[in-house]
């Protein structure tokens, strides 16, 4: 069984920052993809960024730029650096973890960017 533990959510004033923090543990098989995607009220999750097992990071077009991942060098961590911050990234976050066995979800972290 496989967890993710999403943390770093809260309320940002337009162009602020937030920093999400994503934990992975327990039977994970070697070189999985890990991402992040949000899920705008009522809208439909969408993909932000993702980390391969490579090494290498793709944003989605609306985020490019102002968001940075982080990916944890010796363990399945993921953290996403958010900057200049907009009213339509509030949503809730969800941590994604893809391996040959399955894809897993995190339980979500809300965040919200509003004056």
């Known amino acids: 069984q496989v967890q993710l533990v999403e943390s770093g959510g809260g309320l940002v004033q337009p162009g602020g920052s937030l920093r999400l923090s994503c934990a992975a543990s327990g039977a994970i098989a070697d070189y999985p993809y890990m991402a992040w995607y949000r899920r705008a009220p009522g809208g439909q999750r969408e993909q932000v960024a993702i980390?391969?097992?490579?090494?290498?990071?793709h944003y989605a077009d609306s985020v490019r730029g102002r968001f940075t991942l982080y990916r944890g060098s010796t363990d399945n961590s993921l953290e996403m650096q958010m900057n200049n911050m907009k009213p339509e990234d509030t949503g809730v976050y969800y941590c994604?973890?893809?391996?040959?066995?399955?894809?897993?979800w995190g339980q979500g972290t809300q965040v919200t960017v509003s004056s």
């Open positions: 980390a391969t097992s490579g090494g290498s990071a």
């Open positions: 994604n973890l893809k391996d040959r066995k399955g894809d897993y």
